[in-house]
């Protein structure tokens, strides 16, 4: 019986997809099948796994849908997926031979509901590769092999893993209810998220399982269109609505919901859109904000330990986290980005 499905979500990667395919067929474990979701790509995509699926059919499954985005497939595929766990593998990438086998060993012996391992960075034109332990190492130290449970101090060092699916290894039973955005990328982000705040423990491994392909040309993360940005703030507003429902949910989370707050409002910075269209984006980020804001005693005590900034910004995030003064402090601060935002297309 298999014990773990493959998701993976296809759309505009013929270029990469028999190698993703490839690296899945070369597993130590015969304990897996492939779900691979044909996301309505309007390339070649269907026929590749069409020859896969022909090949290999007690392996690979294949599904066509219409085009829904990323979350789509996740909703879609859990779904209908039998397996007890399972793990999500972009097309764009590859998973090592030894992956599912590793995963699946440390998820049984430990009993996690969530297993993570370590991934490697490669390029599209180089034959660099970089490790990465898939956490920030500046902020957090996990000890491989180790189970972390809930509610332990320990565990909150599991809110510095990088949210991306990369050797992850999930439970189905966590993750069916979760509701999924559609037509938006970033929805990677609220699988791990939501996961991880129902998880009873997790376990984590420094062994790279996995190979992301971090420069490949229209990877979400150097999509500077305004719908890809209002789509990631969607999926965090998502996130924090989805996160307010549970019961127990760890202080660090709603810090790090904030860091994202940050982080997205810096890449606004990088937008190719019109100044009104920048104005309208700023708008959106206030409103996650404004969503967060009520837990803002809450974060302080994690800012003050984890964040790396100056004086002025800190107390510029000390009002943001203010319910009675985050609108006038926030009124400031878009003010000030759109000056210099026009300032910069003026200039360009």
Known sequence: MKEVTIIVPI?????YLRACFDSLLKQTSDSFAVLAVNDGSPDNSQAIIDEYTARYPDLIFGIKKENGGYGSVLQMAIEKITTPYFLVCDP???????AVETLLSLAKVSGADVTVGAKTFVYENSEDRDYDKAYNTEFAELKPNTLYRAGTKEFEN?????PSPHAKLYKKELSKHIDFPKKVGYTDNLLFYM??????????????????LIDRAGNSMGDVRVAAMSGEIRVFRTILAQA?????????????MFESFKFM????RRLNCSTEEYAAVLDQLEDYLKDLCEHGETIKPYYKKYAKTKAVERARDGMLMNLRTEKLAYRRLKKKMCREFAAKQKNS
């Open 11 to 15: 759309y505009k990667v013929e270029k």
């Open 195 to 212: 996961n991880l705040l129902q998880a009873k423990s997790v376990i984590y491994t420094d062994t790279s399982l996995a190979n992301y």
């Open 158 to 162: 599991l809110f510095f893993l990088d």
């Open 92 to 98: 764009d990438d590859t998973i090592e031979p030894n």
């Open 265 to 268: 409002l810096y890449k606004t």
């Open 244 to 256: 307010s429902i549970l019961k127990n949910v760890p202080d660090i989370f709603w810090y790090r």
